[in-house]
């Protein structure tokens, strides 16, 4: 299961290390969005030396993909854009994925995006269409503002918000 780390303006960016080990526990694909710069692809090296190009002043989301639904390729790998709101899941939906769509992708065009689109992305319809489909998943979106919203049981480490904190292990080992 991926691993989401939402990094908030001013905060650090996780170790290369701690960046590699959570690659190497989700190797399906990496990416992250800030207000002014995205980035998705299937090589770690790309991916970190673009990453350090976010702006220390801007919320990024980072994830690291470990395939449950849909091909593996950059086409699958997180966040997903709509509009300008792009959005990060951790976790596996209880929805049919469309085409070779992930389950999160599917979400997020068909059931979540329209919402923010007609209320906001603070409205109560949102929250309540997240509360009915969530479960124990995390999501992190990201609209224009470039203020993350997060949804679900995060963890706080460090100053950063995770979805999840297995990568721990591996980075202590490495």
């Known amino acids: 299961m991926c691993v989401i780390v939402v990094v908030r303006a001013g905060q650090a960016l996780p170790t290369k290390k701690e960046l590699l080990a959570m690659h190497r526990q989700n190797p399906h694909g990496m990416g992250f969005a800030s207000k002014s710069i995205q980035f998705k692809t299937m090589d770690f090296e790309s991916f970190y030396h ?43 939906l209880d929805i ?41 998943s995390k999501f992190a979106f990201l609209p224009e503002d470039g203020r993350a919203r997060l949804f679900g049981n995060w963890q706080e480490y460090q100053g950063r918000m995770y979805s999840n904190l297995r990568h721990l292990y591996h980075a202590r080992t490495a």
């Open 50 to 92: 673009r990453l350090l190009f976010v702006p220390i002043d801007e919320d990024v989301i980072i994830h690291f993909r470990y395939a449950t639904h849909g091909s593996i390729g950059v086409k699958n790998c997180h966040p997903f854009k709509r509009g300008k709101v792009w959005f990060a899941h951790n976790g596996i």
């Open 96 to 136: 049919e994925p469309v085409d070779d769509k992930t389950d999160s992708e599917t979400a997020f065009h068909y059931i979540y995006y329209p919402l923010i689109k007609k209320y906001g992305i603070e409205s109560d319809k949102l929250r309540e269409a997240v509360e009915d489909t969530i479960g124990w």
